[in-house]
């Protein structure tokens, strides 16, 4: 009976840590060897097999019910970067909507009589999404953070202005306008397309802006130094994300490039941008040369990610947990084989 409880901790250790190093391919993995034991045990003890497949079934049963598989985490979030992209697809063919009733894109903030930002470009393209669909309407007669507008409970329910990779933080946005001058966004004025001299296919109307802290319907984004980020550095500071990629089961996963919407309404995602790169991108009329590749470029493979200890210390164990219980059960038939010859 010890050696049964020695072999019935061997099989907890092996498929716990086939499990917590390779998701459901090491408990599949794992299952080869353990049912080859069962056989063996069951030709030896009925009962002791009995136990074991027993142990067996609700040790699976808890590994379904509390593990959050790599492959899983990984669909997930594949899901999440795809509803981004539609995210950003549903806000650009509102704008459009927007351009084509009006003339031109709205403008970055709508400002009342004295000058006081009143409401932001979110503010205005949110018919055209669905605000619509909600009973009480939002008086654009008031401030965007007048106790009337911000009391409305689907102010907070607006999925469709924050990326789902995210933290889900009500009321917040992922998508942002770069204000400035020469950009699509100048302030208070709406520019059309027909202001363009550049390649609307080669100019950005959104940017993706991870861990943002703006309200969607607050008249505020991010300026075109902002989003240019610090002169010395390589690359500017968008697009940004949450968005996450495996490389390999040993190291944590990576941080992808953010999204841009063009103004053309095309949704890209767009990696390793020079600042210089990226102020040609976002202008409306300066003329830069942007070669075609630009859009379509990848990153070089990046370096790998800080190593997962979790899996490099589940590996090994389950190694050496899959030699042991292997080696205990040649052991034991030997054993077997030896005092039946006695």
């Known amino acids: 009976m010890r050696a049964s409880w020695v072999v019935i901790l061997l099989i907890a250790v092996f498929v716990a840590a086939g499990m917590i190093t390779l998701g459901w391919i090491g408990l599949l993995l794992s299952l080869c060897p353990v049912i080859l034991v069962l056989a063996y045990w069951m030709e030896r003890n009925h009962g002791c097999a009995a136990t074991l497949a027993v142990f067996m079934l609700f040790m699976a049963l808890g590994l379904f019910l509390i593990g959050t598989p790599e492959e899983h985490r990984r669909a997930l979030e594949a899901a999440r970067r795809?509803?981004?992209?539609?995210?950003?697809?549903?806000?650009?063919?509102?704008?459009?909507?927007?351009?084509?009733?009006?003339?031109?894109f709205p403008p970055a903030v709508v400002v009342d009589g004295q000058g006081r930002p009143m409401h932001g470009w979110r503010r205005l393209v949110a018919p055209y999404i669905g605000e619509a669909m909600h009973p009480r309407p939002?008086?654009?007669?008031?401030?965007?953070?007048?106790?009337?507008?911000?009391?409305?409970?689907?102010?907070?329910?607006?999925?469709?202005?924050?990326?789902?990779?995210?933290?889900?933080?009500?009321?917040?946005?992922?998508?942002?306008?770069?204000?400035?001058?020469?950009?699509?966004?100048?302030?208070?004025?709406?520019?059309?397309?027909?202001?363009?001299?550049?390649?609307?296919?080669?100019?950005?109307?959104?940017?993706?802006?991870?861990?943002?802290?703006?309200?969607?319907?607050?008249?505020?984004?991010?300026?075109?130094?902002?989003?240019?980020?610090?002169?010395?550095?390589?690359?500017?500071?968008?697009?940004?994300?949450?968005?996450?990629?495996?490389?390999?089961?040993?190291?944590?996963?990576?941080?992808?490039?953010?999204?841009?919407?063009?103004?053309?309404?095309?949704?890209?995602?767009?990696?390793?941008?020079?600042?210089?790169?990226?102020?040609?991108?976002?202008?409306?009329?300066?003329?830069?040369?942007?070669?075609?590749?630009?859009?379509?470029?990848?990153?070089?493979?990046?370096?790998?990610?800080?190593?997962?200890?979790?899996?490099?210390?589940?590996?090994p164990v389950w190694a050496l947990a899959f030699l042991l219980l292997i080696s205990h059960t040649v052991w034991s038939k030997r054993r077997r084989a030896q005092s039946g010859n006695d």
Request: net charge negative; aromatic share 6%; proline share 9%.
């Open 138 to 315: 939002y008086d654009l007669k008031q401030p965007w953070d007048a106790p009337d507008n911000a009391s409305l409970d689907w102010v907070g329910e607006m999925p469709e202005f924050q990326c789902p990779s995210g933290p889900k933080t009500p009321g917040m946005t992922n998508y942002v306008a770069v204000v400035g001058p020469g950009t699509v966004w100048q302030g208070t004025r709406g520019v059309s397309l027909d202001e363009f001299t550049d390649d609307p296919a080669k100019t950005i109307l959104l940017v993706e802006l991870a861990d943002s802290d703006i309200p969607w319907p607050e008249p505020r984004d991010i300026t075109l130094d902002e989003a240019l980020g610090l002169p010395d550095a390589p690359t500017g500071a968008v697009p940004s994300s949450r968005h996450t990629s495996s490389q390999d089961f040993l190291h944590h996963p990576l941080r992808l490039a953010g999204n841009v919407v063009m103004a053309d309404g095309t949704v890209l995602s767009i990696e390793s941008l020079s600042r210089d790169e990226l102020l040609a991108l976002l202008t409306i009329n300066g003329g830069e040369p942007i070669p075609d590749d630009i859009l379509t470029r990848r990153a070089a493979r990046p370096a790998p990610g800080t190593l997962n200890h979790r899996t490099a210390i589940g590996l």
């Open 82 to 104: 795809m509803q981004c992209a539609w995210n950003l697809k549903r806000i650009a063919v509102a704008l459009h909507e927007y351009h084509t009733e009006h003339g031109s």
